[in-house]
């Protein structure tokens, strides 16, 4: 199969999900927790924060879910609203400030780019949360697409977000690759009928997790490389 395109998911993938995210959850937690650092450690953990690892745990909603699932799941833990838009301004200036790119990010991106490769970012951040999150690093540019949960095609793991991208570029989704290091990422793949979904252990999910279910495991987003050598 000769692939056109590649679709990334954003956190844990192009960006380290833990430097980044454990910061910004944290000082959003406590907030909504009324600074009371005890109920904001409850609301971490009963969503997918493993303190005792120092980990988020692949799948959870911490992890997965997006800004407004994430302030529903909260209120209804808190018995009191939490304000997704609220939440939704916590991420988006926190999340430029904490956030660290994965190994080689710039050099991976260009290389793809310089191989014909259309490229796009699907995420379950906000579309303003890819601009934030990316802006430093240099890269944006070089997508083609840009989707998050607000964008208007859907939420992982449906495939709205790949189909807007195939889309647009005007490629099949057998000619496209999706990338992500959750279930969700590669469940979003299946379901679009991508021609080569992906695993990176850069985000959540353990190796033998993303071996039950992506097509190919790679230590990170470098790994893509592999397999364009004919480009070389």
């Not at 833990?18 to 600074?35: D, G, I, M, Q």
């Not at 470098?222 to 364009?228: A, E, K, N, R, V």
Request: aromatic content about 8%.
């Amino acid at each position: 199969m000769t692939y056109k395109a590649i679709v990334f998911d954003k956190d844990g993938t192009l960006i380290d999900f833990n430097s980044t995210w454990l910061p910004v959850y944290r000082h959003a937690a406590l907030e909504f927790a009324k600074n009371d650092p005890q109920l904001a450690d409850a609301l971490l953990a009963e969503h997918g924060y493993d303190h005792s690892a120092g980990r988020f745990l692949g799948g959870s909603l911490l992890a997965a879910g997006n800004n407004h699932d994430i302030a529903k799941a909260w209120s209804k833990q808190l018995s009191d609203t939490v304000d997704s838009q609220r939440l939704n301004d916590i991420f988006q200036q926190l999340g430029a400030k904490s956030a660290a790119a994965v190994p080689g990010l710039k050099a991976t991106i260009s290389s793809l780019k310089q191989f014909g490769m259309k490229l796009g970012v699907a995420t379950s951040d906000s579309h303003a949360g890819i601009h934030n999150t990316l802006q430093n690093f240099d890269v944006l540019p070089l997508f083609d697409f840009l989707c998050g949960y607000d964008s208007g095609h859907g939420v992982k793991p449906e495939a709205g977000m790949v189909n807007a991208f195939c889309e647009t570029v005007s490629v099949s989704a057998s000619q496209t690759i999706v990338v992500g290091d959750n279930r969700h990422d590669i469940e979003m793949g299946r379901n679009a009928g991508a021609g080569l979904c992906v695993g990176v252990l850069t985000g959540t999910s353990t190796r033998k997790e993303l071996d039950a279910i992506a097509d190919q495991v790679f230590d990170n987003i470098g790994g893509l490389l592999s397999l364009f050598a004919d480009h070389r």
